[in-house]
């Protein structure tokens, strides 16, 4: 059922192919098997959006900054949640705040997730006869075989144990009920997942291994208060008219001689290492 | 013809929707709330390129708000001080 609805999804053949292109690269010209170049490919994936998270970053600090007066808000208006979202987006148009939410990043994994579901499903009858190597992951399991056979539910399991952690990073802002929701859900979710091809279960467990280790960066660099308002300096002040005669050369020196201001850069400064060699990534 | 648009987004209303938090967009109302009233105002065609056009305005660059599907046409935006607050 689920592969009918899929199969409405043609328009995405580009991407299917593009996808493919990059697997097949990695595989020929890097030399991962293809197990390791899924991985590859998802860590490839998640490293063009690592300015989109940056951004989510910054605007989280941001949103922290005001946390007590939208605390504020959502107890004031706690039984009529229309009303809350809308006083919220007043509070963030006044406050000239960008919420760090957004569907786009969300939305946008769907359909390479949907294209890697097809490449891997005809993937023993093209791909494999035309460039071989091996489908084997670990030792384990076959990369285009459904979930449920050989080792597959212990990756099921990893997997469900992976989508817990990512969810409880993504859900930090949540509270109670909701949040056990999301918690709850992966398990839920189970049935279906087991027909799909291990190759997918291996991309979705990566992505959400990178979301955890993202997490876990974003808190060590939460902590950090909120910088004063940046106003820029590059303000053209021949926009404005002259407000009186001996104002103006004032003002005008004052913003010919911003610029020349400008700090020369030196040599990059060098920051220890840390002896204990300790480090974040995994 | 506009069953099939609203039939779609409640499939993903209860997918992959169930997986985001609720909070997860930045306008009012959600994406996926506002692909409803749009399909709804304005029939599959027009409903459906609204839609995509407010989830890909939904991105961490833009600063959200409230913007109701009953008010998207195409063309030229009306200036800030028109709009309804």
Request: a positive charge.
């Amino acid at each position: 059922m689920i592969a009918q609805i899929l199969a409405f999804t043609n328009p995405l053949r580009p991407l299917e192919h593009f996808l493919e292109r990059i697997l097949i690269w990695l595989h020929e010209s890097v030399g991962f098997s293809w197990a390791w170049s899924i991985v590859a490919l998802t860590v490839l994936v998640r490293i063009v959006l690592v300015p989109v998270t940056v951004k989510q970053i910054h605007s989280m600090q941001n949103l922290q900054a005001h946390a007590p007066e939208m605390k504020a808000l959502q107890q004031k208006w706690k039984h009529d949640k229309q009303r809350q979202n809308e006083e919220l987006m007043k509070f963030y148009r006044e406050n000239k705040i960008n919420p760090a939410a957004s569907c786009l990043p969300i939305v946008l994994q769907i359909p390479i997730f949907i294209s890697l579901f097809y490449v891997l499903r005809h993937f023993k009858a093209t791909t494999l006869v035309e460039y071989g190597g091996s489908v084997d992951w670990l030792h384990l399991v076959d990369i285009t075989e459904p979930v449920k056979d050989g080792w597959g539910p212990l990756l099921l399991v990893i997997y469900v144990a992976s989508q817990l952690s990512s969810s409880y990073f993504m859900s930090t802002t949540m509270q109670g009920a909701q949040r056990i929701l999301l918690m709850v859900l992966p398990v839920l979710f189970v049935p279906f997942i087991i027909n799909f091809p291990v190759g997918l279960m291996v991309y979705w467990l990566t992505t959400n291994l990178w979301t955890t280790g993202q997490g876990l960066v974003t808190r060590r660099l939460m902590p950090k208060p909120e910088p004063p308002d940046k106003r820029s300096s590059r303000t053209p002040a021949k926009d404005e008219p002259p407000a009186s005669g001996n104002g103006s050369p004032a003002a005008s020196a004052k913003t010919a001689a911003a610029p020349t201001r400008k700090p020369v850069a030196g040599p990059p400064k060098r920051r220890k290492r840390n002896p204990g060699g300790g480090s974040t990534k995994r | 013809m506009k069953v099939i648009g609203i039939g779609l987004v409640q499939v993903w209303r209860h997918t992959f929707g169930l997986l985001t938090p609720a909070g997860t967009c930045k306008y009012h109302p959600s994406c996926s709330q506002y692909a409803l009233d749009a399909f709804r105002a304005h029939g599959l065609f027009k409903g459906c390129i609204f839609a995509c056009w407010r989830i890909l305005r939904c991105n961490p660059w833009s600063h959200g708000g409230i913007d109701r599907a009953e008010d998207a046409h195409f063309g030229r935006r009306r200036p800030e001080t028109e709009r309804p607050a």
